[in-house]
């Protein structure tokens, strides 16, 4: 079955940086594209950034555009969300997410925290 399993949340300070990782299996990883979410206390969640299969178009949400960069190595089924120069406004529940054979599928997020 499809899994997506994200890692390397934690507690930051403002200006720090900050590598997530999604881990997926269960299906041809490289044949989908894939997208970072994130979802504050209190507000919807929104895309961060997405990717496509081979990783040559890339789209990011203004809010991150120069300081986010999303990657994936399809070889080690994963993808990554590189995040610098990071803010209070960052804190949040990142989720990996892909569509696979037309059904959504999400990981169980990761926690962003951004606090001196």
């Known amino acids: 079955q499809v899994q997506l399993v994200e890692s390397g949340g934690g507690l930051v300070q403002p200006g720090g940086s900050l590598t997530l990782s999604c881990l997926a299996s269960?299906?041809?990883?490289?044949?989908?594209?894939m997208s970072w979410y994130r979802q504050a206390p209190g507000k919807e969640r929104e895309l961060v950034a997405s990717i496509t299969t081979t990783g040559g178009r890339l789209n990011y949400a203004d809010s991150v555009k120069g300081r986010f960069t999303i990657s994936r190595d399809n070889a080690k089924n994963t993808m990554y969300l590189q995040m610098n120069s990071l803010k209070p406004d960052d804190t949040a529940m990142y989720y990996c997410?892909?569509?696979?054979?037309?059904?959504?599928?999400w990981g169980q997020g990761t926690q962003v925290t951004v606090s001196s």
């Open positions: 997410q892909s569509v696979v054979g037309l059904q959504n599928y």
């Open positions: 269960g299906f041809t990883f490289s044949a989908y594209p």
